[in-house]
């Protein structure tokens, strides 16, 4: 299945392991660019405090979520404890029909659930310099005790043995540095044969006029 062939948005998936710096990097990368936008996951967990719904986002009832799922309506769906966490098919596409590059925060196995239904979604993955520094970011939140943050080393490492899924890999040593390296990225499929050929079909027709 590929819904793609008729719109003209990129859409990227960006994966991590906790503590590498995901969300900064793609909130800096939607800030500096115009046309590219975070998808708001929906989810069935209660709304924390500043949390807006349809921002952070959309909150909805399990049933709601089960009847969504039940119509495939979803690109990839998770359950984390009690609570279910999914990326809308609609939501989505109405965005890449609209010309808006569309970037899903999402782990390596919503990832490839994405890439088997849009095989021309761009994967980026992001790691953390070390082990070390991963283990100061994590300990560092001051949220966590020892036991949490050796299981969420673990997870980590579980989560990079999967990089090698992604087309991109980016390394977040230096903020400016992987920043940079996440806008090429951007800059590059924006410069695609099928991305021009859509942007510039009234050049091109008057060239082959």
Same mark, same amino acid.
């Given at each position: 299945?590929?819904? #793609?062939?008729?719109?003209?948005? $990129? ?13 900064? !990097? ?5 800030? &500096?660019?115009? $046309? ?7 989810? *069935?967990?209660?709304?924390?405090? %500043?949390?807006?719904? %349809? ?10 979520? %089960? ?10 769906? &998770? ?10 098919? $609609? ?17 390596? =196995?919503?990832?490839? =659930?994405?890439? =088997? =239904? ?20 994590? *300990? ?13 080393? $673990? ?18 040593? #230096?903020?400016? *540095?992987?920043?940079?390296?996440? @806008? ?8 695609? @044969?099928?991305?021009?050929?859509? #942007? ?6 008057? !060239? !082959?006029?």
């Amino acid at each position: 299945m590929n819904d #793609r062939e008729d719109v003209s948005g $990129q859409l990227y998936v960006v994966s991590a392991p906790s503590g590498a710096g995901k969300t900064s !990097l793609v909130k800096a990368l939607v800030e &500096a660019n115009e $046309q590219l936008a975070v998808s708001v996951s929906h989810t *069935t967990r209660a709304k924390r405090p %500043g949390e807006v719904d %349809g921002i952070n986002y959309h909150f909805v009832s399990i049933a709601e979520f %089960g009847a969504v799922r039940e119509q495939g309506g979803f690109f990839e769906w &998770a359950q984390v404890f009690d609570n279910f966490y999914g990326t809308s098919k $609609q939501g989505v596409l109405e965005q890449l029909n609209q010309g808006i590059d569309v970037i899903l925060e999402i782990d390596w =196995q919503g990832a490839a =659930q994405v890439k =088997q =239904q849009m095989p021309d979604a761009v994967a980026i993955f992001i790691l953390p310099p070390s082990t070390a520094a991963l283990r100061e970011r994590l *300990t560092g939140r001051g949220q966590d005790d020892s036991n949490v943050i050796e299981r969420r080393m $673990q997870s980590a490492r579980d989560e990079i043995s999967h990089f090698g899924e992604a087309d991109y890999v980016v390394l977040n040593d #230096r903020f400016e *540095t992987a920043l940079n390296d996440l @806008q090429a990225i951007i800059k590059s499929q924006r410069l695609s @044969q099928r991305h021009q050929s859509i #942007r510039l079909t009234s050049v091109i027709n008057d !060239l !082959l006029g």
